[in-house]
């Protein structure tokens, strides 16, 4: 019994590997930043960065995916609430390792929901 992906299924497995490499970016931002703030540099450069990599994200995410969007908007506003930096870095790398956890949930759930077995369609 051989199985397939249907075509809604690609093109939301698509959408996912390019959120996975975007979010990839993200987290290189997040880990520089706290890089920096563990050298005592300053960390506002860091918020701007963290908006123009997370703004693609959840707009390519928002359809399909809206729950996880709303994820990365709140690692928006976590950069740009006040506070402790050592505080904020904690936050950002928390957020983004669940929108990675989201990611893969989601990934699995959609191979699990969208495969078709090619022996069902030879019958009709």
Not at 39 to 52: E, F, K, T
Not at 56 to 85: C, E, H, Y
Not at 87 to 104: D, G, H, N, T, Y
């Amino acid at each position: 019994m051989a199985s397939h992906i249907d075509g809604a299924g690609l093109a939301k497995l698509e959408t996912l590997e390019q959120a996975v490499t975007l979010v990839q970016r993200l987290n290189t931002v997040v880990e520089r930043m706290a890089q920096s703030h563990r050298m005592n540099q300053p960390l506002a450069q860091y918020r701007q960065q963290i908006q123009r990599a997370a703004a693609p994200i959840a707009s390519l995410l928002k359809p399909q995916f809206g729950p996880i969007s709303d994820m990365i908007t709140n690692v928006v506003l976590i950069s740009t609430r006040g506070g402790s930096d050592q505080q904020k870095v904690r936050l950002l790398r928390e957020s983004v390792a669940q929108i990675r956890v989201q990611l893969e949930s989601s990934e699995s759930r959609v191979r699990k929901q969208h495969t078709v077995d090619d022996s069902a369609e030879k019958l009709d």
